[in-house]
T-cell receptor, first 117, second 114 residues
Framework: DAGVIQSPRHEVTEMGQEVTLRCKPI?????LFWYRQTMMRGLELLIY????????DSGMPEDRFSAKMPNASFSTLKIQPSEPRDSAVYFC???????????????FGAGTRLSVL | GNSVTQMEGPVTLSEEAFLTINCTYT??????LFWYVQYPGEGLQLLLK?????DKGSNKGFEATYRKETTSFHLEKGSVQVSDSAVYFC?????????????FGKGTKLSVKP
């Protein structure tokens, strides 16, 4: 398996523009997570899905952020409009559910580095 | 609530030095504990894990023992290499409740000098 695939790897945009980050989870995984990583705040969970349904979006910072998972093999994280403080590395991760918590390993993508000018 | 506290970095060591990165946790129930590593420019990847008290996770020369009495999961390596330079994250997950959620510490950056 190719692992969790994120695109683009780098995104540079201007304040006010719409940004869409994409994620393809590992095939067969039914949990998908979006994280944001900054120097100041470390790694923050934004939202996660189970079987394509958003379960917990309490980490989404503002209404400017939205995430969708239209099918089991694709998810998007959208920021509209983007602001300089959104600059961060955004990670997607996925895992399967085996019923034994110790077996449930999250696999991370390589991340998207977003710079909002 | 559940939380993870790990020592602040950065940690700078010479090659072949002994490494300890402290991690303590607060959790209801019986969490599973994890160490993830993030190499420069990459996503996080699992380094090792332990699912119950007194379990020892190990991988690539790294070890961590699940200590319920001290609520700790310290990461150790006897002889670090330059290639171990990375950011290390301690994490936990409890069974039940928000089952999908890993709770991460803030990360500890390790730099190993030749």
């Amino acid at each position: 398996d190719a692992g969790v695939i994120q695109s683009p790897r780098h995104e540079v945009t201007e304040m006010g523009q719409e940004v869409t980050l994409r994620c393809k989870p590992i095939s067969g995984h039914d949990y998908l997570f979006w994280y944001r990583q900054t120097m100041m705040r470390g790694l923050e969970l934004l939202i996660y899905f189970n079987n394509n349904v958003p379960i917990d979006d309490s980490g989404m910072p503002e209404d400017r952020f939205s995430a969708k998972m239209p099918n089991a093999s694709f998810s998007t994280l959208k920021i509209q409009p983007s602001e300089p403080r959104d600059s961060a590395v955004y990670f997607c991760a996925s895992r399967t559910r085996t019923g034994r918590v110790g077996k449930n390993i999250q696999y991370f993508g390589a991340g998207t580095r977003l710079s909002v000018l | 609530g559940n939380s993870v506290t790990q020592m602040e970095g950065p940690v700078t060591l010479s090659e072949e030095a002994f490494l300890t990165i402290n991690c303590t946790y607060t959790a209801t129930g019986y969490p599973s504990l994890f160490w993830y590593v993030q190499y420069p420019g990459e996503g996080l990847q699992l380094l090792l894990k332990a699912t119950k008290a007194d379990d020892k996770g190990s991988n690539k020369g790294f070890e961590a023992t699940y200590r319920k009495e001290t609520t700790s999961f310290h990461l150790e390596k006897g002889s670090v290499q330059v290639s171990d330079s990375a950011v290390y994250f301690c994490a936990l997950r409890t069974y039940g409740g928000s089952q999908g959620n890993l709770i991460f510490g803030k990360g500890t950056k390790l730099s190993v000098k030749p």
